[in-house]
């Protein structure tokens, strides 16, 4: 096997693994639970309108692709785990929603150059592992003046860090992959992108999460549903001292990002970058 092939095929199983991490537990319910108005968040920071062919990258269920079909779009909903489409399938049909749905690698994508007017993504593309060849994609795959626009979790807030606290009890990353919260750091993402963009808004905001009675009902929900708490989890499955510290560092962040009055049940505040920019050329 030459090193290309062999990199080729690593790049492949780590692929596989992180679809079938987002397969498990239920992200469906979750991001229509948790935080169902992200997507039409980004969908109107981008401008998303009637006869605009668009291009959602690490789709899932549709979060942000179902809200962009809505407003008259011409929508292609992309993702590595495809069985997160049924999911939105349905919910799109329910809602009167025309889309199609294709399975992508953010970093690989199975379209033309310049093919879309507005490339998207809501906490999606940032779990892509190699940051600056997702980045060239998402480029490539907008025409020149069309609209790039990323909804992502930042390092500092909640599930940035959620991804520090769970990192000690995860496997180390695999070579060459960078941490997803990365994406939420304007620096970051305005260094991937360069000179190939201009018009760059960035904004911070939070979005807020009080579905939550106490810390430890958001603990067994993420236990329960998220993948990559899944994940971590499965690694020191037969560790019950370490899965105990996890219990409590879920908990423990919580109860710090509460920001209730104790009475009424957690409330969380989850920072996330809202960047928008139009493509050069
Ligand atoms: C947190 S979910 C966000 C889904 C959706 N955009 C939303 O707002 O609910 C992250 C998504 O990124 C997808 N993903 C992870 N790695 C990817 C990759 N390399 N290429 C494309 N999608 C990827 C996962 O399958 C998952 O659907």
Redesign the pocket.
Known sequence: MTMQNSAAEADRAL?SK??AM?AQGD?PSL?AEV?PD??AILVEACGVGSGRRVL?????????AIPAALAGADVVA????PE?FEAGRAVAEKQGAHLTWRE????ALPFGDAEFDTVM?????M???HHQQ?ADELVRVCRPGGTIGLLNWTPQGFIGRMFAAMKPYAPPPPPGAQPPPLWGDEDHVRALLGDRVTDVSAERRTVRVDRFATPEMFRDYFKERYGPTISVYKNIAGEPERTAALDGALVDLARDGDQGTGSGGTVLEWEYLLFTARRTG
């Open positions: 692929k992180h679809r987002w992200y991001a935080i992200l997507g959602d990258v690490g789709a899932g269920s549709g979060n942000a992309s993702d590595l785990t997160l992508a690698d953010a970093e993504s809501c906490v999606g593309v779990f892509a592992p997702a």
